[in-house]
T-cell receptor, first 113, second 112 residues
Framework: DAGVIQSPRHEVTEMGQEVTLRCKPI?????LFWYRQTMMRGLELLIY????????DSGMPEDRFSAKMPNASFSTLKIQPSEPRDSAVYFC???????????FGPGTRLTVT | QKEVEQNSGPLSVPEGAIASLNCTYS??????FFWYRQYSGKSPELIMS??SNGDKEDGRFTAQLNKASQYVSLLIRDSQPSDSATYLC???WGFGNEKLTFGTGTRLTIIP
């Protein structure tokens, strides 16, 4: 059974450019989470969806960040415009019920120069 | 501010010994607790979940939960070099919220 799928695995872009990260959750999972991991701040939750509806976006750092989940099998995290301080590894995770285990994708390593 | 705290390490343990990793959390009402293993450059991998007081064993891993003292621990028996990784403790605060708060992780090194 396929796990969480993320693309691209690596992204290098210049400051000011738009970046779009993609995620496909595990089939049958109804919750999807976007995390960011840096050495300084560790693993931080940015936003999560339940049944395609955004439930908590309190971790989204600023208006440059937006996330969508148009259907149960796809989500995007967009940064526009990107800045060097956005450089991090972005993980997507999914789970199948409240309070239960979350399974992580391989992550997207973003470098903004 | 709900917090999860771990000793960042590094924790060095001889091969074959028991590795003990600890985690404390700030909210007494927390519901679910998880241990993730993260190898360098890889994503967090779920290795244990525990929901009620006491011990839960899975192979060489044992998770221990004490809600009264607000700590959760992970024991790794017969430690192997392949267990060398960063271990992240995560807590779900419950009450209809699916968010996990992660500790900063403990870096474990198994010495052959």
């Amino acid at each position: 059974d396929a796990g969480v799928i993320q693309s691209p695995r690596h992204e290098v872009t210049e400051m000011g450019q738009e970046v779009t990260l993609r995620c496909k959750p595990i089939s049958g999972h109804n919750s999807l989470f976007w995390y960011r991991q840096t050495m300084m701040r560790g693993l931080e939750l940015l936003i999560y969806f339940n049944n395609n509806v955004p439930i908590d976006d309190s971790g989204m750092p600023e208006d440059r960040f937006s996330a969508k989940m148009p259907n149960a099998s796809f989500s995007t995290l967009k940064i526009q415009p990107s800045e060097p301080r956005d450089s991090a590894v972005y993980f997507c995770a999914s789970s199948n019920r409240e309070g239960s285990e979350q399974y992580f994708g391989p992550g997207t390593r973003l470098t903004v120069t | 501010q709900k917090e999860v705290e771990q000793n960042s390490g590094p924790l060095s343990v001889p091969e074959g010994a028991i590795a003990s990793l600890n985690c404390t959390y700030s909210d007494r009402g927390s519901q679910s607790f998880f241990w993730y293993r993260q190898y360098s450059g890889k994503s967090p991998e779920l290795i244990m979940s525990i929901y009620s007081n006491g011990d839960k064993e899975d192979g060489r891993f044992t998770a221990q939960l004490n809600k009264a003292s607000q700590y959760v621990s992970l024991l790794i028996r017969d430690s192997q070099p392949s267990d060398s990784a960063t271990y992240l403790c995560a807590v779900n605060w419950g009450f209809g919220n699916e968010k996990l708060t992660f500790g900063t992780g403990t870096r474990l090194t198994i010495i052959p």
